[in-house]
């Protein structure tokens, strides 16, 4: 049998089953044997019965006493019988289960497992998981793989069903990594790992074969992105941008000087154009650390030098700014400037490709409508993609395909930590901007539960008196029967125009209007028509409105903190001293031990290290937006060492045979095809 076999070819699993195995996304062997246990129950140690704690899992060998029973009690049938050791006897009990009546018999030997209680005046095992125990002992005693599971799937259905595998499928496994390479990077083979993830028989097994397989997964990833990404970096090389002499007037038209990072970052840019190959960068600031402004002058550079520039934004409220601040700094420059985004015309966009296309215009603002393949850019020469995250490597390849060999630059202002931007950017440079321009106010932020709600109006309503602007930010656009004490932005918004703020101008703001009525709110906001606005995350990105000092964030709990931390980023953009206010009745230890972090840090690198200890990379991003590859094994975080030296076999085998064509590299060329091409990719990417 083999790993790309079905899990409909194993013996014993009726259609039922089958099907509860697909909701958890297992289809294939392959699937199966990667179902890796969530955790482990020691149960080495037999218990005596005179032994058992009672609360608490007990692990006995004994014999049944009694005949199995069906009763009655209260509304339930249960299926009862006595079991017995040398030291005393006790119940064991199912609910609901009447079949197991039929599955135990007296006098035979089974080792039970489970919770044990006092029930009166005898004690009771509550639906144990079982196993007979054949005469001669047999192994019962072990260390027991817990697998992830909806409630329907038995572990014990689960556990026989993964043995079975595993023993048809070993036999037959062609290990990826050749001896020579394991010797080197000191792991145990396929056969050994997959054997002892399921069933170790002692601690250290299970260690070298998770060492194995956390290796062998983020080898893969980073083999992958390699591979994809030298595909389009390898066509040719770039072409020379030197900074043009009109630089100088440029940086002088500006209405302030760079900061120290700013110019530092600038200069590793500019080297980048000025080389003959295509650069590729990462440059990570975090919020209102004036990335837009490097983004300006690096197109200001490539522009000058001939070629047509792009730059990618997630949002059309977000490119429209852009867009909107370039045509300015451009304007004495001679910078043809367009705007492309879901909601141009047909008739502007056709003007709009026919002057792209003719080199008419030198720098293409737009959404994701950029990468449409209508889109034609012949002198394209630098790209830049705004707010990372949002876009898939795929996109941002697209987009770069248009050119020849632009330079790219991606800007994102997710405080990445170190170890994740490895992976999220594999082989690019990166560039940090750590300075905030000067001037800038740290803003002042509390986390406070929902009886401060009357104190946080009146608080809002004198900030908007004095002039200035507040955001108010909730989690979800629709009512939904479960999360109904969630506040849904249009009932919210409705109540605040009402009965709050009805002196005031209140706007909303959310995922489901359409991009033109969202602009047209935007806009209205940054005019300063309106005075409050209620939101969902749509502003998370990018916007830019300095008079918005005060933001309050509703559920705050249902965040994730570097989604917190980009909110937040909102205000604080002028001189005006603002402020955040954190609204969450979460009793949870965790979640306020998160919201305190938000407290005591306006750091995004601090804050995002620390959540990412808190809760794991899973949740760094906040709900599935992270667009981070799914691990099955490795944790980002934890395994950042082995991500280390995995990144460097992964280069260093590409060193040594590029095309991977030697015959000892045949079966790791097999299972990176089938990763690459697999949906695994296009979850990874
Ligand atoms: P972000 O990094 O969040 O994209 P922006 O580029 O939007 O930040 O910049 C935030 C604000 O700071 C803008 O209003 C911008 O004009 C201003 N800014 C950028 N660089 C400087 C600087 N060196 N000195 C003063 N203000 C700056
Ligand atoms: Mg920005």
């Avoid at 509550?126 to 047999?138: D, Q």
């Avoid at 990618?312 to 367009?338: G, R, W, Y």
């Avoid at 409705?494 to 359409?514: A, D, N, R, S, T």
């Avoid at 601090?606 to 899973?618: C, H, Q």
Wanted: glycine share 6%; net charge neutral; charged share 25%.
């Amino acid at each position: 049998m083999f790993l790309t076999d079905s899990i409909m070819d194993l013996k014993g699993v009726g259609e039922q089953t089958i099907k509860k195995f697909n909701k958890i996304g297992i289809e294939l062997i392959e699937d199966l044997v990667e179902h890796y246990p969530r955790e482990y129950e020691d149960r080495r140690q037999i218990t005596k019965i005179a032994e058992m704690v009672m609360e608490e899992d007990n692990n006995i060998v004994v014999t049944v006493a009694s005949k199995p029973e069906i009763m009655k009690k209260g509304y339930k049938i249960i299926v009862k019988f006595r079991v017995k050791d040398d030291t005393g006897s006790i119940y064991v009990v199912f609910y609901g289960q009447p079949y197991m009546k039929n599955n135990f018999v007296m006098g035979e030997t089974y080792n039970f497992y489970g919770k044990v209680k006092r029930q009166y005046n005898r004690i009771e095992m509550e639906s144990p998981e079982y196993e007979k125990v054949e005469v001669g002992g047999g192994k019962t005693a072990k260390i027991t793989p817990i697998y992830p599971t909806t409630q329907k799937l038995s572990q014990k259905v689960i556990r026989q069903l993964i043995e079975q595998a595993l023993s048809l499928v070993l036999p037959e496994i062609q290990d990826p990594f050749p001896e020579t390479f394991r010797a080197q990077y000191d792991l145990k083979s396929k056969t050994f790992a997959l054997t002892n993830i399921h069933f170790p028989s002692q601690d250290e097994d299970f260690f070298e074969a998770r060492k194995r397989l956390v290796f062998e997964e983020l080898f893969f990833l980073q083999l992958s992105l390699f591979v994809l990404k030298s595909d389009f970096l390898a066509r040719t090389k770039g072409c020379s941008k030197p900074l043009p002499e009109s630089f100088k007037d440029f940086l002088a038209a500006l209405p302030f000087e760079f900061t120290g990072a700013q110019k530092r970052v600038m200069n590793e840019i500019a080297k980048d154009l000025k080389s003959a190959y295509a650069g590729n960068r990462l440059v990570q600031g975090d919020v209102g650390s004036g990335k837009t402004v490097i983004a300006a002058a690096s197109l200001f550079i490539a522009i000058k030098n001939g070629y047509q520039g792009a730059l990618m934004a997630p949002t059309e409220v977000l490119a429209k700014q852009h867009f909107e601040f370039l045509e300015e700094v451009f304007q004495n420059f001679d910078v043809k400037v367009a705007l492309l985004t879901g909601s141009t015309t047909a008739k502007e966009k056709r003007e709009l490709l026919a002057g792209l296309k003719e080199n008419q215009i030198d720098l293409i603002v737009g959404t994701h409508a950029l990468i449409e393949d209508n889109v034609e850019i012949p002198r394209l020469g630098l790209v830049i993609t705004d707010e990372q995250h949002r876009f898939g490597v795929r996109q941002r390849l697209k987009l770069s395909e248009k050119g020849e060999t632009p330079d790219v630059i991606v800007m994102t202002a997710t405080p990445i930590p170190r170890t994740l931007a490895l992976i999220l950017y594999g082989d690019m440079d990166i560039s940090i901007i750590d300075e905030l321009p000067p001037g800038r106010q740290p803003i002042k932020t509390n986390a406070v539960d929902s009886s401060y709600h009357a104190r946080i109006y009146q608080f809002i309503d004198r900030h908007i008196r004095e002039g200035r602007q507040c955001y108010i930010i909730c989690p979800m656009v629709e009512e939904n029967e479960k999360q109904s004490e969630l506040k849904s932005v249009t009932e919210y918004a409705v109540y605040l125009k009402e009965q709050v703020f009805p002196h005031f101008e209140v706007g909303i703001l959310h995922g489901k209007m359409k991009p033109k009525e969202k602009n047209q709110v935007m806009e209205a906001f940054a005019k300063g028509d309106i005075h409050v606005l209620v939101s969902t995350t749509v502003v998370e990105v990018g916007v830019n409105v300095p008079n918005a000092t005060v933001m309050m964030i509703e559920n705050a709990e249902r965040f994730g903190l570097a989604q917190l931390h980009q909110l937040r980023g909102r205000v604080g953009r002028g001189k005006h001293q603002s402020y955040c206010v954190l609204v969450s009745d979460s009793k949870n230890k965790v979640t306020k031990k998160r919201l305190k972090i938000m407290e005591e840090s306006t750091d995004g690198f601090v804050i995002a290290d620390t959540d990412l200890k808190l809760r794991g990379p899973g949740d760094f991003f906040g709900t599935k937006q992270h667009g981070l590859p799914e691990m099955k094994i490795a944790n980002l975080y934890t395994d950042a060492k082995v991500l280390k030296v995995a990144q460097q076999a992964a280069a260093d085998l590409l060193k040594q045979d590029p095309d991977l064509s030697q015959p000892r590299h045949q079966a790791l060329k097999v299972k990176l095809m089938h990763y690459t091409e697999g949906e695994k990719m296009h979850k990874a990417l």
